[in-house]
């Protein structure tokens, strides 16, 4: 596009109308839901080609500060410039950096491309009448217009959440150029880019373009970032008046891997912007580039996954472009080529591979992960080497389960690796395993071996080959194991488990990790009449002595089934230790084993269960399948350890009735010797 002095409302609006009829399988027009307060639609438009069905969205915003009026130049100019390319099958050249026809088919075919170029149409139009202006026009107590980048919901309301060394006047006032407005959301061009990422739930990554200062930034923008300490976070109203202040005691917790990941797409978009013309932006974090910050896009964008699981992990960049508000169009021009040769690279980021093994079949590789985190349908055993893996373990709509391990004998390991992103991948795994447990602590495990999977397709998966497990080891619970497996790439990786501290940790980190899951899935083979006995053990985690509750669900046991709870008397001691339709025998002197029996219905509850740091009690559960128990049909029982009202971990137990005259394991009523060994 070639410049000239700065489009106005109108032309903005054009362009991408135009674009959108001019390529119609290519460009799509977005119309905003909220008019701005003198009445305008706005509008986005989202490029997508080729055939690619799941892809990561980037959301490219700009125009929200009404005298930056270069942000919707530089996003026209980009929007125009990538589909004039990908339309002639040519690259893109910046003048000193260039990008290849194949790099602009990529991102084209791989990436949902948002571009929202003007959100303060009223301020833009006021400002361009010949007013420095940076607010919306919306009248307010008398006065006129809220900054629209103060206006979102992350702690603004910032004299509660921040140190009250730190002052906040200004965006509480009115007449102020960064007045926060009434409320969160309270404008339209907030609410408008609120329900671009509600109604787009696929993008990923969001940048916002401002001026001035020549500074590439990402998130965190009210405090350092740190990935020690995950209590230390926006939600934790313990931290209410205490943040804010640089070199203190309180930092804002971001997961150590996602950390990277934005630092190094905050690199390559100043690389790709460096190679334009020799210019080179300062990169960090928001809080270090321009200090505090409250109710801003960026930290705001990134914070919902936090806020809410079901919420997809955004990594979200701010740029302020230029030294001025208003450049010269001579340098506005090479300002357009510096900032689209980092958009383009931001884009060529998010188009990478990403690959991910799931934590259960209904898991399609969204960070953060909201279903169950303990029964990967990826991680499979067999007794014998499998032929062909890719024929007998490739249909991922299925959970292909897995052979009991055999102790002391060799056993074979098979991972399915997933990859989200549209360009083939190599990948390495990692696998281990643990005794079973609820909750499967990083400290439990014990490292199997390592296995290089190559050319997982695009937008597909690939089956591992087999990883011997040889000898293995006696657990303490009987045949029954926890799996893990690890996945990293060059682009992705191996997720750092060092900052499980709590359990809190251990569900954040799991959560938000795709490349990382387990198994705690067993199957337990019984006769009619018969008994099951299945060891397991609940982790204390290092950092603090936590309550956990215990759910042990039969429910879905046939008529007349039997639950038993075999457990150290010790551990239900707590005064607080409640216990939901469970049973406790008359007390036996100088016992320390007791067992609990599950009342009718199967489902019982043991409430504030305190266990010591750093310790692995091992519990019994005893499942007995009455004489009416349906032959081969397979029986749930699940044994649930929770934190508070979140899941930690989970052990799905699968009982098999059987018929015959050789009894399988455990299916004599004996006893199993509870142990006392700490980790």
């Known amino acids: 596009m ?168 200004y965006l509480y006032t009115p007449s102020s150029g960064t007045y926060h407005g009434p409320s969160p959301f309270s404008e339209a061009e907030s609410q408008n880019i609120k329900w671009l990422i509600d109604t787009y739930p696929n993008i990923a990554f969001f940048v916002d373009i401002h001026s001035y200062g020549q500074k590439i930034m990402y998130v965190w923008g009210n405090d350092e970032n740190q990935s020690t300490y995950s209590e230390h976070n926006f939600s934790n109203s313990a931290f209410n ?88 169009p001579v340098e506005m021009t090479n300002i357009i080529d510096d900032i689209d040769a980092a958009l383009t690279e931001m884009c060529l980021c998010a188009s990478e591979p990403n690959i991910f093994i799931r934590d259960s079949l209904g898991d399609t590789g969204k960070e953060p992960s909201t279903g169950s985190i303990s029964a990967s349908p990826d991680i499979i055993v067999r007794k014998l080497p499998v032929a062909s893996p890719e024929v007998d373990l490739g249909d991922i709509t299925v959970d292909p389960g897995s052979d009991k391990v055999e102790i002391g004998n060799d056993n074979y390991l098979y991972v399915r690796v997933h990859n989200q992103g549209g360009m083939p991948s190599d990948a390495a795994v990692r696998l281990y395993y643990a005794p079973l447990t609820t ?50 790439s060059t682009v992705d990786s191996f997720p750092d488990t060092t900052m499980i501290d709590s359990a809190s940790d251990f569900i954040q980190f799991m959560r938000n990790s795709n490349n990382i899951a387990y198994r705690n899935v067993t199957f337990e083979d019984v006769l009619p009449d018969g008994w099951a006995e299945i060891p397991f053990v609940v982790t204390g985690f290092p950092g603090k002595r936590e309550r956990y509750n215990l759910v042990l669900d039969g429910s879905k046991l046939p008529e007349d089934s039997r639950v038993e709870l075999k457990t150290e008397r010790r551990i239900l001691k707590t005064k607080d230790t409640k216990l939901e339709n469970i049973k ?96």
Not at 273 to 289: A, D, E, M, P
Not at 305 to 326: C, D, L, M, T, Y
Not at 453 to 477: F, L, Q, R
Not at 646 to 674: A, D, F, M, N, W
Request: with cysteine.
């Open 2 to 169: 070639p410049f000239e002095p700065y489009l106005n409302v109108e032309e903005i609006e054009s362009a991408m109308e135009t674009a959108a009829i001019n390529n119609p399988g290519l460009c799509q027009l977005i119309t905003l839901p909220n008019l701005t307060y003198e009445g305008r639609t706005t509008h986005a438009v989202r490029i997508s080609g080729g055939t690619l069905a799941d892809r990561t969205g980037v959301l490219l915003l700009g125009g929200v500060h009404a005298r930056e009026w270069g942000s919707s130049d530089i996003l026209i100019a980009f929007m125009e410039n990538i589909i004039e390319a990908y339309n002639n099958g040519t690259g893109l050249s910046y003048q000193g950096k260039t990008y290849s026809s194949a790099e602009v088919q990529q991102i084209v075919e791989n990436v949902d491309i948002f571009i929202f170029p003007d959100a303060n149409p009223d301020g833009k139009a006021f400002s361009q009448g010949g007013t420095d202006w940076r607010k919306n026009r919306r009248p307010l107590n008398g006065e006129i217009g809220v900054d629209v980048n103060r206006n979102y919901d992350f702690l603004w309301d910032a004299n509660v959440y921040f140190d009250p060394s730190l002052y906040f006047g």
């Open 241 to 328: 008046g205490q943040r804010g202040v640089p070199g203190d005691v309180y930092s804002e917790f971001i997961f150590d891997t996602d950390a990277q990941k934005i630092v190094n797409a905050a690199n390559r978009m100043n690389n790709a912007l460096f190679s334009v013309r020799g210019k080179s932006y300062s990169t960090g974090q928001i809080f270090h580039q321009v200090g505090v910050s409250a109710g801003a896009s960026a930290s705001y964008v990134f914070s919902r996954h936090f806020s809410n699981s079901s919420q997809r992990k955004v990594f979200a960049f701010g740029i302020e472009w230029g030294q001025a508000f208003q450049p010269p």
């Open 439 to 488: 909750s499967c602590s990083p400290a439990l495990w014990h490292f199997i071996d390592e296995v290089d999977i190559t050319n997982i397709p695009a937008e597909g998966y690939k089956v591992s080959g087999a990883v011997t497990w040889p000898h293995v080891p006696d657990p303490g619970t009987s045949h029954h194991f926890c799996l893990i497996a690890v996945c990293g």
């Open 584 to 679: 406790t025998p008359a007390p036996r002197e100088k016992t320390k084993e007791i067992f609990l029996k599950i009342g009718k219905g199967n489902l019982g509850t043991i409430r504030n269960l305190r266990i010591a740091p750093r310790t692995t009690p091992q519990l019994v559960i005893r499942i007995h399948l009455p004489k009416n128990a349906k032959p081969a049909k397979e029986y749930p029982f699940l044994i649930v350890q929770q934190l508070g009202r979140k899941t930690l971990g989970q052990i799905t137990v699968l009982l098999r009735c059987v018929t015959g005259k050789k009894k399988p394991h455990h299916v004599k009523r004996r006893t199993v010797s509870l142990s006392k060994k700490k980790t």
